[in-house]
Nanobody, 121 residues
């Protein structure tokens, strides 16, 4: 079965850190662009970061300087290190994969089931 599986979510206090992992099962992430999206309490899904196979990264302004995306092509894994977390970062986080970049979550070929991140004291 071809799928992505996220892990690493949980409850953390404001200012804390979490590292999310995204594992590919049944296919290789080689040449895929991997993205992280999140869906918070409000409507819509927000794209927050992406990384190309060669390691070029992109972040939205809400997380730039606090989040770091990385990938280990040998292990077929992608990570999202989240530091200085804020309550507004609370959301379900999804990793996605496609051979082409898109700002739209629905246009990615693969996506995971999501992992909940809650930032609260």
């Amino acid at each position: 079965q071809l799928q992505l599986v996220e892990s690493g979510g949980g409850l953390v206090q404001p200012g804390g850190s979490l590292r999310l992992s995204c594992a590919a099962s049944g296919f290789s992430l080689d040449y895929y662009i991997i993205g992280w999206f999140r869906q918070g309490p409000g409507p819509g899904v927000e794209g927050i970061s992406c990384i190309t196979f060669g390691g070029t990264t992109n972040y939205n302004d809400h997380v730039k300087g606090r989040f770091t995306i990385s990938r280990d092509n040998n292990r077929n894994m992608v990570y999202l290190q989240m530091n200085s977390l804020k309550p507004e970062d609370t959301a379900v986080y999804y990793c996605v994969a496609d051979l082409r970049f898109s700002k739209n979550f629905n246009e990615y070929e693969f996506w995971g089931q999501g992992t909940q991140v809650t930032v609260s004291s």
